[in-house]
Every structure is written in structure tokens, then in C-alpha cells.
């Protein structure tokens, strides 16, 4: 694909585009692997911007290049403390336009930015999206599993505690989208393994890419796939639940621990939510324990 330069993307606006750029802040999503994957507004975004944040300059001046962008980088990662994030308030105060961008996909999912949002939308500066490209949205839709109703929690718990509570924590059935390290897949997909409530896996890697790829299976079957499986670059996980049958002594916990903190009537509806039982089959026995 040839690139395109700025008076191309200018002209665009010019003569195309009804869209504004009022002064601001704009989320703009990049692509997560095919520099294709990235909207005319996004690249009209970047044009206009007086500077554009990221995450690592190097990445950033690589798709900057292809479409023949310059512009001044500033450096923001607002998990290690505030490394420009006053920088950025203080151009923004001035009345410049400034574009965040991550390395890859929408800024803020499970990268930095929403401090910065916070901070903007308290002094009532103006901000607002460019979406685009979601690595955890395309693998969900390449998954096969019922995407009707899904969570997303982020990086896969590393430590085996935190794996137990947070599986512990889903039920019923539902789908449930990770990110996961090449490094702990197979760590991950053994604790996965161990518990009954997983349905099924998918595991998609090298998303919008020449060699993109996705398995599915239940853990262990997929397990078994990953000598043909190329570990490389940022996994997405995504998991089925499946509904368990629950025995009265089970029912009777999950009434027990809400009835601590609350009355019957908060804590029924609690477990409602939690096991998907009726009231009629939750009230009397929450009277009985209270």
C-alpha cells in the first residue's frame, strides 16, 4: 500500500472530511499489527496534532513514517508515576491538540491514559475517541464463542492465588477475554485446566497479521497444540464458562457469605445474580440461616 503523505491527508479533510478538530485531547486507536488497519479520521487526527503521546517513540515513528506524519513525540506512561503527564496538561491549557496513542489497539485498554482523561475532563477540556482496532474484540469475533454478552479483565492473573479467586469468582456462563504473555501460556492453560467451570479456550496470536492464528479446545487440547504454535508477541485468551450444578451446601455458602454485610433481601438478590436461581428458591432459606 503506497503511503500517504500529509498534504494527501490534509486535502482529504479539505475536500472530504466534514469532521472538526476542536483543541484537545484525542484516543486515537492504531493498528494492532496491519499498518493498513487504520481509519482515514485517525490519520487526519495524527496530521492535525500539535504533539502526539505514546508509549515508545520507536513504534510510534514507525507508522508515523509509513503515512509520511511528523510531528513532536512526547514520552506518557502514567503507571510509572508522571513521566509527561504534566507536560501534557500544561500544552493542553495552552489550547494545543494533542493525540494519545498506545503501541497497538485502542489507548487505555489495559494501557496508560485514563489518569490523563481524568485530569481532562476535571478542567473541562475538550477530549474524545478515534476508535478503531481492538485486539481483544477480533480475536473474541475469530473465537467461535458466544460473543452476545463478554467481560474483559485484562492481564491474566500471574500469580496462582489470584488465578483461583478470579475463576472462582465467574459463574454461570459467560465468556471472558484476557491478555496473556507467550511466557506464561502454558502455566496459565495447566491452572485453566484444573477447573471445572472452563467450557472451552481460545488462544489467537499475530492477530491482523501475515501468520495470524487461533486454536480452540479446552485447555488441554490446546496444550497439545502448542509445539505447532508459535509463541510469540502479545496472546489474546479468551475463556467459556460453563454453568455448575450447585448443591444446597453450595447454596447455602454463597447465602452465608452475602447475609454478613447485608439483610436478606440484598443478599438474596446477590446470590440471584451469582447462580442465576429464582427468589422464590433463595428467600426462605436466607430467612432460615439469618
Not at 469468582?169 to 484444573?194: A, C, M
Amino acid at each position: 500500500m503506497p503511503s500517504f503523505d500529509k498534504e494527501s491527508i490534509e486535502n482529504f479533510i479539505d475536500s472530504g472530511s466534514k469532521c472538526k478538530y476542536p483543541l484537545g485531547l484525542y484516543l486515537v486507536a492504531t493498528p494492532i499489527g496491519n499498518l493498513e488497519d487504520i481509519t482515514l479520521r485517525a490519520l487526519s487526527t495524527l496530521a492535525k496534532a500539535d504533539f502526539i503521546a505514546c508509549e515508545d517513540t520507536r513504534v510510534t515513528k514507525k507508522l508515523l513514517s509509513h503515512y509520511g506524519i511528523h510531528k513532536p513525540l512526547l514520552i506518557y506512561n502514567d503507571a510509572k508515576g508522571d513521566p509527561t503527564g504534566g507536560q501534557i496538561m500544561t500544552h493542553l491549557r495552552e489550547g494545543k491538540r494533542i493525540a494519545l496513542v498506545s503501541d497497538a489497539g485502542m489507548p487505555l485498554i489495559s494501557d496508560p491514559g485514563y489518569k490523563l482523561v481524568q485530569d481532562v475532563i476535571a478542567e473541562n477540556i475538550y477530549v474524545t475517541c478515534i476508535p478503531g482496532p481492538s485486539a481483544g474484540l477480533a480475536a473474541l469475533l475469530l473465537s467461535g464463542l458466544p460473543s452476545d454478552r463478554f467481560s474483559f479483565q485484562g492481564f491474566f492473573p500471574r500469580k496462582e492465588k489470584e488465578t483461583q479467586n478470579l475463576l472462582s469468582s465467574l459463574q454461570g456462563e459467560q465468556t471472558v477475554i484476557f491478555y496473556e504473555s507467550p511466557k506464561r501460556l502454558e502455566q496459565t492453560l495447566k491452572r485453566l485446566d484444573n477447573f471445572k467451570s472452563i467450557q472451552s479456550v481460545a488462544v489467537a496470536r499475530e492477530l491482523t497479521k501475515n501468520f495470524e492464528q487461533v486454536i480452540r479446545g479446552t485447555p488441554s487440547e490446546i496444550l497439545d497444540q502448542l509445539e505447532s504454535f508459535p509463541l510469540k508477541g502479545e496472546l489474546v485468551l479468551i475463556l467459556r464458562t460453563k454453568a455448575q450444578e450447585l448443591t444446597q451446601d453450595d447454596i447455602d455458602a454463597h447465602l452465608i457469605r452475602a447475609l454478613e454485610n447485608q439483610g436478606v433481601k440484598g443478599a438474596v438478590q446477590d446470590v440471584m445474580a451469582l447462580t442465576g436461581l429464582s427468589k422464590k428458591q433463595l428467600y426462605q432459606r436466607a430467612l432460615d440461616l439469618k
